[in-house]
């Protein structure tokens, strides 16, 4: 198929944005539909399936109205994930349950909203069960989307505290390395989970929510013992958690409270031997109610697209190695 149309008002300025210096932005759009593309002025034309050229053409138009300011490159790469999706999520946003208006999460960013399928079943996910697995690679927003809700959950009055945490294991190193006492040595593990907050919710808001006692970061190690009441909680790098500890943190969850597990299971850093607590949880719980499951894949990467073929060739190998141990036992 060919599609022809012209963006306007023709306005230079917008249209060099959106095409890049020497067209770059319109080759990669090229290469992530599949279609030809091809311009003289504000005229375009759009040579592949109806579909992709289609899909094509609504990216054009979107991005020509975000050119009426400088293109960043990560606004470019999220308009192409989007792009890619069949049916845009945020075309047809699922109502929170319960609420008949479209899902909105009150945090500072404004722009925040699912960009795959996978993610939009995530937040749905978390929104209707107690407990939710996000399991994949990195770049998914598991992490990121799991703050989100909790900081919605938290300016709704829904839970008293938000309680992040993650176990101290390290990728080659030993905590006991790091100067300073035991919170300074914990914070480097903690990093991602409180930039997450400082972008959801504004440095100042973090502070305040801190000296409250309504945001709470520590080691999972600190969870024994406690049952944790009106919260939520989320369990980040679970990939690198025993069974036992897995099993320990679940059973934390008390009354009026909401739980998220995220983790990679193609990065545990367990000392060799040692059983993930985070695959044997999905292989025992699969079936239990009220508990939801979502499986994120290279697909729904949202980093920069070196990031999604960089999962899938770690991925390919992995399954090539599967294959010819499951050959070399035959």
């Known amino acids: 198929m060919i599609l022809r149309f012209a963006l306007e008002p023709a306005d230079n300025t917008r249209l060099a944005r959106i095409c890049g210096s020497l067209d770059c932005h319109l080759r990669e759009i090229e290469a992530a539909l599949g279609v030809k593309l091809s311009r003289r002025d504000a005229e375009f034309r759009i040579d592949g399936p109806k579909a992709a050229a289609e899909r094509t053409r609504s990216l054009l138009e979107a991005l020509y109205e975000r050119a009426r300011r400088p293109l960043r490159a990560e606004t470019l790469q999220l308009a192409l994930v989007e792009a890619q999706v069949p049916v845009p999520v945020s075309a047809a946003p699922t109502p929170r349950p319960g609420e ?73 190193e030993r905590l006991g390395f790091l100067p300073g006492d035991l919170t300074q040595k914990v914070d480097p593990y903690l990093r991602p989970l409180y930039d997450a907050l400082y972008d959801l919710m504004g440095f100042d808001r973090v502070t305040k929510a801190f000296e409250k006692g309504q945001l709470e970061v520590a080691p999972l190690a600190f969870m024994r013992g ?9 369990l980040d790098e679970a990939q690198n958690t025993t069974p036992e500890q897995m099993k320990m943190f679940l059973t934390r969850i008390g009354f009026g409270s909401r739980c998220v597990v995220t983790g990679d299971t193609s990065q545990i850093d367990l000392p060799r031997g040692v059983q993930s607590g985070l695959i044997d949880a999905e292989r025992v719980l699969a079936k239990v109610k009220g508990i939801a499951m979502t499986r994120f894949t290279s697909a729904d990467v949202v980093r920069h697209p070196l990031v999604a073929r960089i999962v899938e060739a770690y991925e390919a190998r992995a399954k090539r190695e599967g294959t010819s141990r499951e050959g070399g036992h035959a």
């Open 100 to 172: 008949d208006g479209p899902l909105v999460l009150r945090t500072r960013r404004a722009d925040l909203a699912a960009r795959t399928p996978r993610q939009h079943q995530y937040l749905q996910q978390i929104l209707s069960h107690d407990i939710t697995f996000g399991l994949g690679p990195a770049g998914t927003g598991k992490t990121f989307l799991a703050v989100a809700c909790a900081v919605d959950a938290l300016e709704r009055a829904s839970v008293q505290r938000i309680i992040l945490t993650r176990p101290a294991v390290e990728a080659g």
């Open 226 to 234: 406690r049952t944790l009441n009106h919260a939520f909680v989320i």
